[in-house]
C-alpha cells in the first residue's frame, strides 16, 4: 500500500509541475536522446486557394494546433507529396506561416525553408520554435497547381527541437485538383457604368 501511494505520488510530480499557476509537462526523452512531444500536435486544415489544374498563383494551407500539453515546442514541420499523377514543385522563397488560422491572422514567423526534390518533401524549421498552446499555419505557394487532375496527397510531420527529435506524423493535407473549370475560387464582378 505505501509503494501505490508513493509511485502515485512520483507520477503525478513527473506528469505535471506547477510553476506559477501555469501546469508545465515535460516532454519525453529516450535514453538514447530521442525526444517525443508528450502530447501530439494535431493538424486541423489543409485546403487550397484554387483547385483547378495548372493555375498559377495558389497557396496551400495546413493548419496544425501544438496543445498547451505537448512538453515541447514545434521546431520543424515536413510537408511530403505521397501521392499525386504529378509532381508538385513549391517557391520556397515565397513560403510563409503565421500564428493563428485563415480567419484569425497573428504574428508572422521566422522560417528557414528547404527541399528534398528526390523526396518530394519540403521542410520548414520554425526561428524561434513555436510554443506549446498556439496554433500555426504554414501557406505553402507551388509553381502551379498540378497539370493532372485527382486527388493529391501531402503527409505531415512535426519534431521537437533537439539533436534527436522524433518526427510526429499528424496525417495527410488531401487535395482534390479538377480539370475543366471546375474548382475555380470566384470572385465578386463589379461592372463599371
Given at each position: 500500500m505505501r509503494f501505490a501511494l508513493i509511485l502515485s505520488m512520483a507520477l503525478t510530480f513527473l506528469g505535471a509541475v506547477e510553476i506559477l499557476g501555469t501546469k508545465v509537462t515535460p516532454?519525453?526523452?529516450?535514453?538514447?536522446?530521442?525526444?517525443y512531444f508528450k502530447q501530439p500536435p494535431r493538424l486541423l486544415r489543409a485546403v487550397t486557394t484554387f483547385k483547378n489544374v495548372n493555375v498559377w498563383g495558389a497557396t496551400y494551407y495546413f493548419t496544425i494546433k501544438l496543445p498547451p500539453n505537448a512538453g515541447e515546442p514545434l521546431q520543424k514541420v515536413n510537408i511530403n507529396q505521397h501521392?499525386?499523377?504529378?509532381?508538385?514543385?513549391?517557391?520556397?522563397?515565397?513560403?510563409?506561416?503565421?500564428?493563428?488560422?485563415?480567419?484569425?491572422?497573428?504574428?508572422?514567423?521566422?522560417?528557414?525553408?528547404?527541399?528534398?526534390?528526390?523526396?518530394?518533401?519540403?521542410?520548414?524549421?520554425?526561428?524561434?520554435p513555436v510554443s506549446p498552446?498556439?496554433?500555426?499555419?504554414?501557406?505553402?505557394?507551388?509553381?502551379?497547381?498540378p497539370g493532372t487532375e485527382g486527388i493529391?496527397?501531402?503527409?505531415?510531420?512535426?519534431?521537437?527541437?533537439?539533436?534527436n527529435p522524433h518526427g510526429q506524423f499528424l496525417g495527410f493535407g488531401r487535395f482534390h485538383f479538377?480539370?475543366?473549370?471546375?474548382?475555380?475560387?470566384?470572385?465578386?464582378?463589379?461592372?463599371?457604368?
Open positions: 516532454a519525453v526523452q529516450l535514453r538514447d536522446g530521442k525526444v501521392e499525386g499523377l504529378d509532381r508538385v514543385n513549391f517557391d520556397l522563397d515565397d513560403s510563409f506561416a503565421f500564428i493563428g488560422n485563415l480567419s484569425n491572422r497573428g504574428k508572422k514567423l521566422s522560417l528557414d525553408v528547404t527541399s528534398d526534390r528526390k523526396l518530394k518533401t519540403v521542410s520548414l524549421k520554425f526561428n524561434p498552446g498556439e496554433t500555426v499555419t504554414i501557406a505553402l505557394k507551388p509553381t502551379r497547381n493529391y496527397l501531402f503527409g505531415v510531420t512535426a519534431f521537437p527541437p533537439g539533436d479538377y480539370g475543366d473549370g471546375f474548382g475555380l475560387r470566384s470572385y465578386p464582378l463589379s461592372v463599371n457604368k
